[in-house]
């Protein structure tokens, strides 16, 4: 029996829609695509794979969208690791986001449309630091998104939350606070979360 060259048994294993498109992928295709991993994402065209979580990750995911539930208005909604439609070749998947009501238009909806979103949060990671810390804020900023928290592992192991607001006429971030034990804020509505409460989790 002779065996295959490595060459040809990697090639006959890569699965069908890895493979990109001439000009690589749009969001709508994306959107379209059966038997992605969890929480791919669509960076410039190109599907992104999320590693393992870590602990702190998970988390600090639960006790931001348990804080942001506490007192969110009527008129909007919080979600967790949805797409979020940003253009035609940017659809990424926000840990946290939180979005008007009107746009959550059925419990079958898979992603959100960008003018739907006030606020996006990313808790970084060390396998997506430079996404989490750079590209993304950039694809956010550009595509209007007005608030950001960008989240990082503090050396208390707690999360410090970095809160950034839009910059409309240059369509950049602007650092507006950065949290340590406590995070109070009076936008986009009234929250108050006890960062050390992630001790007990």
Known sequence: MTAEPIDEVDRLSIPAWLRPPIDGFTTDYFLKMDGLPPHTELIDGSLVFVSPQRDFHSIVIDLL?????????????????????????????????VVRAEGVTSREQTSYQVADVILAVEVVSPSSEVRDRERKPQLYAKAGIHHLWRVELGDDARPVVYVYELDESTHAYGLVGIHHDRLKLGWPYAIDIDLAEVDRL
């Open 65 to 97: 969208t348990a804080g942001l539930r506490r007192s969110v208005p009527e008129h909007l909604r919080v979600r967790r690791e949805m797409s979020v439609v940003l253009s035609e070749r940017n659809c990424p998947e926000p840990d946290v986001l």
